[in-house]
């Protein structure tokens, strides 16, 4: 008795068709009716009851299905145990789960961990904190990463760490320590198209949250930049034009997250995955990374 010839009889038992379980098992329908009438040999009982038109189990026939399933769900999972003995779990694929605020850790943080753990796949997932903590709970993501802000203070205006603001350097606002949302509704604004459809998502939302989705002009950033130098407005853009802005002695960016340095970095963790070195090593380069944006790290 072969592990293939309990994988057929699963299949004829799933489908009741010789034809199609036959295509399934990719094997001619005549050399799948030997390999049942070979197995009824060897048990000693008849498995299958067979009709011009349909494909019955006998009684035995049903208790030897789930023995098949049985057995090859057995296999696999010693396999699956067998492959991690011989190279160790350092080849797993972890699922890391992370919001928009934390979008400026995890990325740098997982690129430090896979340049000494090539082996490790690491998906990541953008998410809102409601989802990640869904997620996690399911068991559908392996590590959440998301900004809490301690003692519920909120910061006014409050980007994502990819986009900035930006205004000419004779705005009345471009020497203020801080802005808050409040000042900006008397200002017009333009927002700068970006190729990454992420990116644009964010703009997008970034430009409804300070009330600014009616009238907002969009344009390339040599267009925003010209139309900054010629008016009041203000502008959002992706930090990928940071340098260009920064270069540019008649734009200023505006200093908008004041408040950051007193939110918290949560990381929590599936307790499915348990602890290992690379796995707490991971986590020790998002403390690091987040430590180093000064941000309090707490992880559960």
Do not use: W
Request: net charge neutral.
């Amino acid at each position: 008795m072969r592990f293939e010839q309990l994988e057929q009889f699963v299949a004829l038992g799933n489908l009741r068709h010789f034809r199609q379980a036959a295509e399934q098992t990719q094997i001619s329908t005549s050399a799948l009716t030997r390999s049942i009438q070979t197995l009824e040999d060897e048990i000693g009982c008849e498995l299958v009851k067979r009709s011009t038109r349909s494909v019955k189990l006998t009684e035995q026939g049903e208790l030897f299905l789930k023995y098949c399933k049985t057995t090859l769900s057995e296999l696999e999972l010693t396999k699956k145990t067998i492959k991690q003995s011989l190279f160790g779990r350092d080849n797993q694929k972890l699922i890391i789960g992370y919001t928009n605020q934390a979008s400026s850790i995890v990325p740098v943080s997982c690129g430090q961990f896979l340049a000494q753990y090539p082996n490790v796949k690491i998906e990541m997932q953008l998410q809102d904190e409601l989802e990640l903590t869904r997620k996690l709970q399911l068991g559908e993501i392996d590590i959440s990463v998301y900004l809490q802000s301690a003692n519920s203070i909120v910061s006014d205006i409050h980007l994502p760490d990819q986009l900035v603001l930006f205004v000419s350097r004779s705005h009345p606002l471009a020497n203020q320590d801080s802005i808050r949302k409040a000042e900006l509704t008397q200002y017009p604004m333009y927002g700068c198209f970006s190729q990454s459809k992420q990116v644009q998502s964010m703009l997008n939302e970034a430009v409804e949250s300070l009330n600014k989705s009616t009238g907002v002009k969009i344009g390339s950033i040599e267009q925003v930049i010209a139309g900054l130098k010629t008016s009041n407005s203000f502008a959002i853009a992706s930090i990928e034009h940071s340098k260009s802005i920064a270069q540019d002695p008649n734009l200023v960016l505006l200093k908008t997250n004041k408040a950051l340095d007193r939110e918290q970095l949560i990381v929590q963790t599936n307790h499915q995955i348990g602890t290992n070195d690379h796995i707490n090593h991971l986590l020790e380069l998002i403390e690091d990374a987040a430590s180093s944006k000064s941000k309090q790290t707490i992880t559960y």
